[in-house]
């Protein structure tokens, strides 16, 4: 949801199956089992109008899409 001094440049999805398990914390809250992952998302602005979102843990990447805006 944008406010009155933003806009939304792009919606990203992305696929988190290439990520080993061990990554991945289990917990729950309120009676529910939820699984929770710690991430650095790293924004490169390329050439041509294009971003370049990445999800990296640890050091390793594990997902990148571009977008263009």
Do not use: W
Not at 6 to 34: I, M, Q
């Amino acid at each position: 949801m944008a406010c009155a001094d933003t806009a939304v440049n792009c919606e990203l999805e992305t696929d988190l199956l290439d990520v080993p398990k061990e990554h991945f914390l289990k917990n729950v809250f309120n009676g529910e089992p939820f699984s929770q992952i710690t991430y650095n998302l790293l924004l490169e602005n390329l050439p041509s109008d294009l971003m370049r979102f990445s999800i990296e843990i640890e050091g390793v990447e594990y997902s990148a899409v571009e977008a263009r805006y």
